[in-house]
């Protein structure tokens, strides 16, 4: 693998709060084709003041749909982030990988959950 590389979040996104999936996005980006290229990445949340899950699910969950578990752990690493979102974290990459193992599954779970709409007029 090649020499490390660091995002910065505050950097990506331009400000301390970071809430919107829009915004992971952008992170996505960047983190897919670091990994893709074989590059080890440490992602620094620092200036960061507010997360969300649907901002950690967009920049960091959907890796792994692309990417194996052993894959990211080898070459991501989380700087600077406080306890309370670290646990948010392992939450999102908990429910991602789950997500990601049958999708097809989870799909269908919530569509029967929330009713697939045909019967309305």
């Not at 990994?35 to 620094?44: D, E, F, G, H, T």
């Not at 969300?52 to 920049?59: E, G």
């Not at 080898?74 to 670290?86: G, R, S």
């Amino acid at each position: 693998m090649s020499e490390e590389i660091k995002i910065s979040i505050f950097e990506v996104v331009g400000r301390h709060l970071c809430v919107a999936s829009s915004d992971g996005q952008k992170v996505y980006d960047r983190l897919n084709a670091a990994l893709k290229a074989n590059r080890i990445v440490s992602l620094s949340f620092y200036n960061v003041t507010t997360l969300t899950s649907a901002f950690l699910n967009a920049a960091i969950g959907q890796l792994y749909g692309t990417f194996n578990e052993a894959q990211i752990r080898a070459q991501l690493k989380v700087e600077d982030m406080e306890q309370d979102d670290l646990a948010l974290l392992k939450r999102v990459v908990d429910n991602a990988k789950l997500y990601f193992k049958n999708p097809e599954r989870f799909d269908k779970v919530v569509e029967e959950t929330q009713g697939n709409g045909d019967d309305e007029s």
